[in-house]
């Protein structure tokens, strides 16, 4: 099985997380992903190989590139598919993709040219064509002001795409042989898309036009220790807030580390604060304070007051199922809906804008740091799935397995 992904640690830990159940029912897998040191050596500790395809992530996240550019990058991102997962895939029985949508209609146009069944998966909904939620608008084409019917919406979603990356999908099809497609999004979804997200955290209802599987969101197991220095803050005191942003570069709040610091202290509280693709630190040495990297989230989220964050489907997904309370500041994408989500559910709260000042983190923590926010947030977690990755697996291999193209295909 070949698994191909192009984008953050929310898009490829899932991979690793699939890839664990594959390998545990007798399959041999290989993940094709960025070439980022963290991806790869979080794969590695749990003995999946990692193929390196394109630049890293990290780098290019951090370049904030113009919305001008996105067709250019996408012949890139695409022209690496074809060269790196067209040869990873050889001898593959079937190929998951996901992964920004350039990079995944590469990955199936592989699968396409090899003759082997492929299922395209998102990990969050707002991507699937639906009448109860709009899409996202690409950087650069925002939608015409006054247009509120999600069909029209997706009608112009479906017509950006093809602007932005129909030409470079096509001209790196032709030089494989293949034909033309209708419509990229259309193409990339195909008739049955996967969706590994939580339903309780993302309930999917379904339109009568497309038929989507819900396995539930894809967990890699951590089982690394924490770090002795960190066992020995959160032993020293009571629980403290974690503040991190994931691979958010954090253009607009540059420091936000430094307000959060200063809330959480005036609270009374302690802070863990993770450095992430922003490079995060702390503004002090004081003992109330501790800085991590790398770090065990399943094992450390247990031990926290609260969960700051960006709103990573992965991050929100891992702090709900610890029932630690949770303040999301969103930056971009689908982080907004996730916000909305914790909110929706009493688990947290969603902070407005992605840039908090003192006086409005300190609302938002103030509401998560509630005996009743805390209540509800340990309720849920006893509601969240955690065999998806399993449900998954098994799914991929039953229908390939029996000799036809799975869901997605």
């Not at 050889?90 to 209609?105: H, K």
């Not at 602007?163 to 001209?171: D, E, K, P, R, V």
């Not at 009493?346 to 509401?367: E, F, I, K, M, N």
Request: glycine share 10%; with cysteine.
């Amino acid at each position: 099985m070949l698994l191909s992904t192009y984008g953050s640690r929310g898009d490829v830990e899932p991979l690793g997380g699939l890839a664990v159940q594959l390998r545990a029912l007798g399959a041999e897998v290989r993940v094709c992903a960025p070439p980022d040191e963290d991806f790869a050596q979080r794969l590695a500790g749990v003995g999946v190989p990692l193929i390196p395809v394109g630049r890293s992530a990290r780098a290019l996240t951090n370049e904030a590139p113009p919305p001008s550019s996105l067709p250019q990058r996408a012949a890139e991102l695409i022209a690496d598919q074809l060269d790196v997962v067209l040869s990873a895939a050889d001898g593959c029985d079937a190929l998951v993709a996901t992964g920004v949508l350039p990079a995944a209609a590469g990955a199936l146009s592989v699968a396409e040219n090899l003759g082997i069944p492929s299922v395209s998966v998102t990990f969050q909904q707002l991507t699937l064509p639906s009448p109860y939620h709009p899409p996202l608008a690409y950087p650069g084409r925002p939608f015409p002001p006054g247009v509120t019917d999600n069909r029209v919406l997706w009608d112009l979603d479906a017509q950006s795409i093809d602007a932005l990356f129909g030409a470079a999908l096509h001209t790196n099809r032709a030089s494989i042989g293949l034909p033309r497609v209708d419509s990229v999004r259309d193409y990339v979804l195909g008739d049955r898309p996967w969706l590994a997200t939580d339903p309780v955290l993302d309930p999917w209802r379904e339109p009568a036009d497309l038929d989507v599987v819900q396995t539930g969101a894809w967990v890699l197991p951590d089982v690394r220790p924490l770090p002795a220095d960190l066992v020995a803050f959160l032993d020293a005191g009571a629980p403290p807030v974690f503040v991190g942003f994931g691979s958010m570069p954090m253009h607009t709040s540059a420091d936000v580390a430094e307000v959060a610091v200063e809330v959480i202290r005036a609270l009374g509280r302690r802070a863990v604060v993770a450095r992430g693709w922003a490079d995060l630190a702390l503004v002090d040495d004081r003992d109330d304070c501790f800085v991590v990297g790398e770090v065990n989230h399943q094992a450390l989220f247990g031990r926290v007051a609260a969960v700051v964050h960006h709103g990573g489907a992965g991050t929100t997904t891992t702090a709900a199922r610890a029932g630690a309370p949770q303040v999301v500041v969103p930056q971009a994408a689908d982080q907004p809906y996730w916000a909305g989500r914790v909110a929706d559910l009493g688990v947290g709260v969603a902070h407005d804008g992605p840039t908090p000042t003192s006086a409005s983190l300190s609302a938002a923590l103030r509401t998560a740091l509630a005996p009743d926010t805390r209540a509800r947030a340990a309720a849920v977690a006893g509601d969240i799935r955690t065999d998806g990755a399993e449900v998954a697996a098994k799914l991929l291999l039953d229908t390939v397995g029996r000799g036809r193209p799975p869901a997605g295909a």
